[in-house]
């Protein structure tokens, strides 16, 4: 997990929780604390976006070497390297 959570995000979720706590000690158990537990759920939303959205640009990157991998192992589909023009369907 470690490698999807920047040092950044670590740094907004210190921050976030020392806040939340400090407005907790300091303004008590009040209505505003509805407020300050909101803007820390949207801080812990977004980070959880942040992470799910790595994990998938991630595969989608492995995914790709992966058909890349495969259209270099078959240079002979590639019309264009061989000096061919792409042939249509009723030609093959």
Same mark, same amino acid.
């Given at each position: 997990m470690s490698k999807h959570i920047d040092l950044n995000s670590l740094i907004i979720i210190f921050i976030t929780f020392l806040l939340f706590f400090i407005a907790l000690f300091v303004k008590g158990l009040t209505h505003d604390m509805l407020l300050e537990a909101g803007v820390l759920v949207? !801080?812990? #939303?977004?980070i959880m976006m942040a992470y799910k959205h790595r994990v998938y640009i991630d595969d989608?990157? /492995? /995914?790709? %070497? /992966?058909? #890349?991998?495969?259209?270099? %192992?078959?240079?002979a589909l590639l019309p264009a390297e061989?000096?061919? !023009? =792409?042939? !249509? =369907? %009723?030609?093959?």
């Open positions: 949207v !801080s812990i #939303k977004l989608l990157k /492995e /995914e790709l %070497q /992966e058909i #890349k991998g495969l259209i270099i %192992q078959q240079p061989t000096g061919q !023009s =792409p042939r !249509s =369907p %009723q030609q093959r």
